[in-house]
């Protein structure tokens, strides 16, 4: 059996929040699966010295433009929140928190805390917006509001982190089927064709 796909992807990326409405489809057209890895790109920044798109000059405003004309060739709802970008510790937390329980009620999450982000602008930079959207879920807020404080929940993360930057992550979205990565939403196109041909 095919081992499933990686997906790694920060909450503040706008890209990868369009990456997230498609890969699982893309993947399930070909019998795959797809492990969900949310990090935090300011660790991954921190070794690759980079900075956000949107903070670089001149990149920064063909990003913003880049952004809204992504969202639209593809045909998600996106609405260029404010602030941006964002801190994500606690949505990404909260994900693999979840995760440890049920990987689909987490999974049910990471697109509802991408949506409340990129489509209602809800700063889940704030513990506390994270806790609001698990609720929508069905999620014990008081049990996750203890959860995102603990010692062993922030170490989950960092872990994560660091496995994503030994395997060489340095963006969001970037995406690894059976050892060869692609990173951006672009890239779909040659996703589809890796996984109908196997290579190219």
Known sequence: MAQPIDFYFDF?????YFMSEK???????FNR?????????GVVYAVSEGKPLVDLPLKGDYARRDMARTARFHGIDFHPPTPFPIATQAAARAYYWLHDQDCTLARQFAHAAY???FQRGQNISDPAQVVAVAQTLGVDGAALAAALQTDPVKARLKTACADA???????????????????????LPQIERWLDTGRF
């Open 12 to 16: 503040s990326s706008p890209y990868g």
């Open 23 to 29: 890969i699982d489809g893309v993947a399930a057209g």
């Open 33 to 41: 699966k797809v492990r969900w890895h949310p990090i935090l790109l």
């Open 115 to 117: 949506r409340a982000y």
């Open 165 to 187: 930057i030994a395997k060489g992550v340095f963006g969001s979205p970037y995406v690894v089927i059976d050892g060869e990565a692609f990173w951006g939403v672009d890239r």
